[in-house]
């Protein structure tokens, strides 16, 4: 269908050919060189040079007879008479040289027509040379396009092999690279496993000593303990002997405080008879800096010779105190007398104070007696003795008045 569609094409164009040759259109070459353009312009230029040398204007008329004046004065008017006429005659032989040129050219453009109209006569045959040489002409395109096709091929199969080479290469240097990392990475297993097994050992080692620092830390505890009750206890047992009297006075003891406190506690006690007892080691201030008059005054402590005198005191003190149920005084001042013990002591036995209150308003008789144990006396029955002030607390609210 495709070859009888050209040759159809192909005999309506020759139709048209002949039609235009005998209405004696189409004669000239519808596209000339380039060669042969230059040619007809140039050949134009000197066609118009030589009408304008032949009837010059009228302005360039006077100029022309100004110079053929001038050829009589001027004295080299041979040398321009001779020169002006030469440009003519150059100009129309190059005009004479292309027309018998064009000429030629017209009579060969002539002699292919006729060819063309020779070759006409037989319009299938040359439909099939055409076509032939069409057909022709697509096989050779054809195998330039294969073998361009295969010469892309081949390179870009060179291209590829070259690439996959290349690509190999990584592959082997990375796989190089990755076993490198393997090996490093066991290695470092293999360290976080001995660095773990040492922190475990470590750490096992750190409760037995955390283990064994509990006990010492619980035998120190209880050796301070140990320690600081004997040291009480040596403290009070040095103090078993001593009283301590507050609130008198500064300044009233005068310059011998042995003597005074001698004749002041049996006046202030109202028991003439002790004064032949008491046997007085020592007596003094608490040692501390004398305080001012409107401060309170510092105690007195005194040291008898004998245990004895000190427990007479403290209840001769005792009575003194329940027979007028009030302090005892001197010269308007409060007089406390206490026995003389530790600060340590001292909180033990003031914990005792509610217990002690309670007997004191229900008119029950108790003593203190050394360290801190609390003595009741109940009559019709068994004394009893307290060693925990809760204890003496509840004993004494059961207790009828």
Same mark, same amino acid.
């Given at each position: 269908?495709?070859? $009888?569609?050209?040759?159809?094409?192909?005999?309506? #164009?020759?139709?048209?050919?002949?039609?235009?040759?005998?209405?004696?259109?189409?004669?000239?070459?519808? $596209? +000339?060189?380039?060669?042969? #353009?230059?040619?007809?312009?140039?050949?134009?230029?000197?066609?118009?040079?030589?009408?304008?040398?032949?009837?010059?204007?009228?302005?360039?008329?006077? +100029?022309? +007879?100004?110079?053929?004046?001038?050829?009589?004065?001027?004295?080299?008017?041979?040398?321009?008479?001779?020169?002006?006429?030469?440009?003519?005659?150059?100009?129309?032989?190059?005009?004479?040289?292309?027309?018998?040129?064009?000429?030629?050219?017209?009579? $060969?453009?002539?002699?292919? #027509?006729?060819?063309?109209?020779?070759?006409?006569?037989?319009?299938?045959?040359?439909?099939?040379?055409?076509?032939?040489?069409?057909?022709?002409?697509?096989?050779?395109?054809?195998?330039?396009?294969?073998?361009?096709?295969?010469?892309?091929?081949?390179? @870009? &199969?060179?291209?590829?092999?070259?690439? @996959?080479?290349?690509? +190999?290469?990584?592959?082997?240097?990375?796989?190089?690279?990755?076993?490198?990392?393997?090996?490093?990475?066991?290695? !470092?297993?293999?360290? !976080?496993?001995?660095?773990?097994?040492?922190?475990?050992?470590?750490?096992?080692?750190?409760?037995?000593?955390?283990?064994?620092?509990?006990?010492?830390?619980?035998?120190?505890?209880?050796?301070?303990?140990?320690?600081?009750? &004997?040291?009480?206890?040596?403290?009070?047992?040095? #103090?078993?002997?001593?009283? $301590?009297?507050?609130?008198?006075?500064?300044?009233?003891?005068? &310059?011998?405080? *042995?003597? @005074?406190?001698?004749?002041?506690?049996?006046?202030?006690?109202?028991?003439?008879?002790?004064?032949?007892?008491?046997?007085?080691?020592?007596?003094? *201030?608490?040692?501390?800096?004398?305080?001012?008059?409107?401060?309170?005054?510092?105690?007195?402590?005194?040291?008898?010779?004998?245990?004895?005198?000190?427990?007479?005191?403290?209840?001769?003190?005792?009575?003194?105190? *329940?027979?007028?149920?009030?302090?005892?005084?001197?010269?308007?001042?409060?007089?406390?007398?206490?026995?003389?013990?530790?600060?340590?002591?001292?909180? &033990?036995?003031?914990?005792?104070?509610?217990?002690?209150?309670?007997?004191?308003?229900?008119?029950?008789?108790?003593?203190?007696?050394?360290?801190?144990?609390?003595?009741?006396?109940?009559?019709?029955?068994?004394?009893?003795? @307290?060693?925990?002030?809760?204890?003496?607390?509840?004993?004494?609210?059961?207790?009828?008045?």
């Amino acid at each position: 269908m495709a070859t $009888k569609k050209e040759k159809s094409k192909a005999t309506v #164009r020759r139709e048209e050919e002949k039609t235009k040759e005998e209405k004696g259109e189409g004669l000239t070459c519808p $596209k +000339r060189p380039a060669a042969e #353009r230059e040619t007809r312009s140039l050949r134009s230029v000197n066609n118009g040079l030589q009408k304008w040398l032949a009837e010059p204007s009228k302005s360039a008329q006077p +100029r022309m +007879r100004d110079a053929n004046e001038k050829k009589h004065t001027d004295g080299r008017g041979d040398q321009l008479g001779s020169r002006s006429p030469q440009p003519a005659t150059t100009a129309a032989e190059h005009l004479q040289q292309e027309e018998t040129t064009e000429d030629n050219r017209n009579k $060969k453009e002539e002699e292919e #027509r006729a060819t063309k109209k020779q070759q006409m006569v037989n319009p299938e045959e040359e439909e099939e040379e055409e076509y032939g040489e069409i057909e022709e002409e697509k096989k050779g395109k054809v195998k330039d396009i294969l073998a361009l096709i295969k010469g892309y091929m081949e390179s @870009f &199969k060179e291209w590829q092999t070259q690439e @996959f080479k290349d690509l +190999r290469k990584r592959i082997n240097n990375t796989e190089e690279k990755i076993n490198k990392m393997e090996m490093t990475l066991t290695e !470092m297993g293999k360290k !976080m496993d001995k660095m773990e097994e040492r922190a475990v050992a470590a750490e096992m080692e750190v409760e037995d000593l955390k283990k064994k620092l509990e006990k010492s830390n619980k035998k120190t505890k209880e050796t301070q303990e140990l320690l600081a009750q &004997k040291i009480d206890t040596m403290e009070n047992h040095n #103090r078993r002997n001593n009283i $301590k009297i507050v609130g008198l006075k500064e300044d009233e003891e005068g &310059k011998n405080m *042995r003597e @005074f406190i001698k004749e002041w506690i049996p006046k202030t006690l109202g028991c003439p008879e002790l004064q032949q007892e008491l046997e007085i080691e020592r007596a003094h *201030r608490v040692l501390a800096s004398k305080p001012q008059p409107q401060q309170k005054p510092r105690s007195i402590v005194v040291k008898f010779l004998r245990y004895t005198t000190r427990e007479k005191v403290l209840e001769k003190t005792m009575e003194k105190v *329940r027979e007028g149920n009030k302090p005892l005084e001197y010269k308007g001042q409060k007089i406390f007398i206490y026995p003389d013990i530790s600060s340590e002591l001292l909180k &033990k036995r003031k914990e005792f104070n509610t217990a002690k209150a309670i007997l004191w308003k229900k008119g029950y008789k108790f003593i203190l007696k050394h360290p801190a144990v609390l003595k009741i006396f109940i009559p019709g029955q068994q004394n009893r003795l @307290f060693s925990d002030p809760e204890e003496a607390r509840k004993f004494a609210e059961q207790l009828q008045k």
